[in-house]
């Protein structure tokens, strides 16, 4: 059995999806999955799936013991960048270990390989280290920016053919989310041979901002510029017109400015060699996603 601990996540909802591909195609690969949430409502429900669906809290230690009965082999931890994530993802490295004979597949982030970690990839890293000193099996998956992440920004860029993201001249080697989403799935169902490494995810290409407005344009049939914004004014333009709190303002505020720095500007074949397959490029996703930036699906 597979437990996922963040399965109405960014990254958790996405492998859900990723190993219901993974089942419908070969449906002895995947064993059964099983979801702990606060919400069961909100966990996908992919049909191929032989999905449970606990409903309890991280922070419980009887819910967590709950999710990890009966013949679980592999956890999946991606709980989210929020508040109390050290502590959290700390405590279930721990209720595993107690239990034994389980592996972990860690999701963090590309700044918790910084020296010193920057951003997001601060509490990743100290999640990583405590969960390779704990002696389990495990796997770290260390995506870069999303190319989904950008689609926060189409308003700006609907209304006002504006991306207001200060990412200077740093250049970016954006990732699929779904790229992600299916290496980890295929991590899950692997045997161990591709476990106890760390695995760099990132798209073909890195791409400057100019660029990445270039291609929205060509894509849209209009016109889209870089907007330059302090850090300061992003950040205030993410809670007032974006409605996030201001912690999540200060989070991604962190990762542009790591990112405008350069500190994502590299590519490596890791996606290739977890999944079989070549990563998306930052065109054909843009192609497929144009709508969800400007409401069509091709240029004029």
């Not at 999701?107 to 990743?124: D, N, T």
Request: proline share 6%; with cysteine.
């Amino acid at each position: 059995m597979i437990v996922i601990f963040g399965g109405t996540g960014q990254v958790g909802s996405a492998t859900l999806w990723a190993l219901n591909g993974i089942a419908s195609q070969s449906p002895t690969t995947v064993p059964p999955v099983r979801v702990l949430s606060r919400r069961p409502e909100a966990v996908p429900r992919p049909a191929a799936l032989g999905l449970e669906v606990i409903q309890g809290n991280f922070d419980n230690q009887k819910d967590l013991e709950r999710s990890l009965r009966g013949g679980v082999r592999t956890v999946i931890l991606a709980t989210g960048d929020s508040d109390g994530q050290i502590q959290r993802e700390t405590a279930i490295i721990d209720a595993v270990q107690e239990t034994g004979g389980i592996r972990i597949i860690k999701i963090s982030a590309a700044l918790a390989g910084m020296s010193p970690p920057r951003a997001i990839g601060v509490a990743h890293a100290q999640i990583e280290e405590y969960l390779i000193r704990s002696g389990l099996p495990w796997a770290i998956v260390r995506p870069t920016f999303f190319y989904q992440s950008l689609e926060m920004f189409k308003e700006p860029i609907s209304k006002f053919g504006r991306l207001p993201l200060p990412l200077e001249r740093g250049r970016v080697a954006f990732v699929d989310l779904h790229d992600v989403a299916f290496a980890v799935a295929t991590l899950a169902v692997t045997p161990a041979a591709l476990h106890g490494r760390i695995y760099l995810l990132t798209g073909p290409e890195s791409v400057s901002l100019f660029e990445v407005c270039e291609r929205l344009t060509s894509c849209a049939g209009r016109r889209i510029k870089p907007l330059h914004l302090p850090l300061s004014l992003f950040r205030l333009m993410l809670v007032v017109v974006g409605k996030v709190s201001w912690r999540d303002a200060s989070i991604a505020a962190g990762v542009v400015e790591a990112c405008a720095e350069g500190l994502e500007d590299f590519v490596t074949g890791d996606v290739l060699e977890v999944s079989g397959r070549e990563p998306q490029s930052f065109d054909d996703y843009t192609v497929a996603n144009i709508a969800n930036f400007v409401g069509k699906s091709q240029p004029d």
